[in-house]
């Protein structure tokens, strides 16, 4: 049950393009369609972003968008936003004994 | 409106035992898998155990497995976590948060609880 792989920190400007990755394995990014991304601001319980990889749920934006190729997901921002500014975390599926893996987060830092 | 309240939380001694409950309301609880995720102090998220709709499918992480039990009680809507043996790594933001699909225990969260905080300490 190792952690994915995040950048600690990735930042932009408002308007900028920003994109963070999350790189696992075989056994759990490069294996599965269930990727998920959550949004987490200080003091805040997390709030999911992004689900089996590249769907949203109602009600966030479409200028996050998420994307996999192999082992590595990626988070994208279109257009950052002040708002924006938070901690990010992936997840994946690992396999019947580990229903969930997460990557060790990155702090989006809008300047 | 979904709902996801946890409690139970507190300081425990190392070696010690609690339960975390999970209340829910707001949506057909016995369709869904509900999964605990912690977060230590000034640290990231980790997921430390889920459960089918059914209770028959139960997964733990490494860290706590042997310590920890996860079970539900479908018709009052509840999840708990009994935590023993208890260690103080274990002390953390405890969440609860519900499975976004249905039947499937794939850990992908569309609800989360506010917390309960559970410090392990002499």
């Known amino acids: 049950q190792s952690a994915l792989t995040q950048p600690p920190s990735a930042s932009g400007s408002p308007g900028q393009s920003v994109t963070i990755s999350c790189t696992g394995t075989?056994?759990?990014?490069?294996?599965?369609?269930?990727v998920s991304w959550y949004q987490q601001h200080p003091g805040k319980a997390p709030k999911l972003l992004i689900y089996?990889?590249?769907k949203r749920p109602s009600g966030v934006p479409d200028r996050f968008s998420g994307s996999k190729s192999g082992n590595t997901a990626s988070l994208t921002f279109s257009g950052l936003q002040a708002e924006d500014e938070a901690d990010y975390y992936c997840?994946?599926?690992?396999?019947?004994?580990?229903?969930?893996?997460f990557g060790g987060g990155t702090k989006l830092t809008v300047l | 409106e979904v709902q996801l309240v946890e409690s139970g939380g507190g300081l425990v001694q190392p070696g010690g035992s609690l339960r975390l409950s999970c209340a829910t309301s707001?949506?057909?609880?016995?369709?869904?898998?509900i999964h605990w995720v912690r977060q230590a102090p000034g640290k990231g998220l980790e997921w430390v155990s889920g459960?089918?709709?059914?209770?028959?499918?139960?997964a733990y992480a490494d860290s706590v497995k042997g310590r920890f039990t996860t079970s539900r009680d479908n018709a009052k809507n509840t999840v708990y976590l009994q935590m023993n043996s208890l260690r103080p790594e274990d002390t953390a933001l405890y969440y609860c948060?519900?499975?976004?699909?249905?039947?499937?225990?794939?850990?992908?969260?569309?609800?989360w609880g506010q917390g309960a905080l559970v410090t392990v300490s002499s």
């Open positions: 948060a519900k499975g976004i699909n249905i039947i499937t225990v794939v850990f992908m969260a569309d609800y």
């Open positions: 075989s056994s759990d990014v490069g294996g599965y369609n269930y």
């Open positions: 997840s994946s599926y690992a396999g019947t004994n580990t229903y969930g893996v």
């Open positions: 707001g949506f057909i609880f016995n369709d869904f898998a």
């Open positions: 459960i089918s709709w059914s209770s028959t499918s139960i």
């Open positions: 089996e990889v590249d």
